[in-house]
């Protein structure tokens, strides 16, 4: 059985797309300009690696998506002051995909946030309430 390349069939010394699968999977990547040769993924080129800058990003995602919108409002109003009936339209058409995003930007951070949680009790890293009454009560 042989492996499928990417694309058009290419030399011996190329990756095949399974190849190249496996490795990404794995955290690697090619070195630039080598044929095959994999390297570990700097982290830099990680900014998802925790949940929590996950949950960052969405933040400034939906902070951008928001500014977004009221710039988008703004054109609007000025398209409509101007008679521009169908630019108008296309800002409508933007805002309303805007919202759409921001819809699943609140979902996906939700998400986050849950998946937190979730770790945070599988680990023990969450007090039980019996806890946080002793650890209140030592402070007292």
């Not at 960052?56 to 521009?84: C, P, W, Y």
Request: a positive charge; aromatic letters at 4%; one cysteine or more.
């Amino acid at each position: 059985m042989s492996l499928r390349t990417c694309g058009a069939p290419a030399p011996d010394n190329q990756l095949t797309c399974e190849r190249a699968v496996k490795n990404r999977q794995n955290g690697n990547r090619p070195k630039p300009g080598g044929a095959g040769v994999f390297m570990p993924l700097d982290p830099i080129e990680q900014p998802f690696d925790s949940i929590e800058s996950a949950y960052d990003f969405m933040s400034l995602l939906a902070q951008t998506i928001l500014d977004n919108v009221k710039d988008l409002r703004r054109d609007f109003e000025i398209a409509t002051h101007e008679g521009q009936e169908r630019r108008a339209r296309a800002i409508e058409l933007a805002i309303f995909k805007c919202r759409a995003l921001n819809c699943h930007v609140h979902r996906s951070r939700r998400t986050l946030n849950d998946l937190r949680t979730i770790r945070r009790l599988i680990l023990n890293e969450r007090m039980t309430p019996d806890a946080v009454l002793a650890r209140s009560e030592e402070r007292v």
